[in-house]
């Protein structure tokens, strides 16, 4: 199930899609702060992972590119908080 993650900027989030179903975790950017707003995996996709390994593209994507986040998805600030490598890039 090693499917691509990609930031589709033009759509605000990095998505992957899996048998066929997207997942994705949407963002806005300003100021050089990304915050991440929700994380979408359908039912279907559950239980798999995928959020997991979405927000951690994301987090290295953000960290790569310099920038900051505002964790105001839910899921994104716990995985932050279960993954306390991540802090530092809390604006």
Known sequence: MDSEITNDAAA???ET???GIT????????D?????THTI????????GIAS????FALDDVRARGLKIVPRCPFV?????K????????A
Do not use: K, Q, W
């Open 12 to 14: 605000s989030r990095y």
């Open 17 to 19: 899609t899996v048998d």
């Open 23 to 30: 997942a994705y975790a949407a963002y806005t950017v300003a």
């Open 41 to 48: 995996v359908p039912e279907a996709l559950g239980g798999r």
């Open 83 to 90: 993954h306390p490598e991540y802090r530092n890039l809390v």
């Open 77 to 81: 600030a716990a995985y932050i908080e």
């Open 32 to 36: 050089d702060v990304v915050t991440f």
């Open 53 to 56: 390994r979405l927000i951690r």
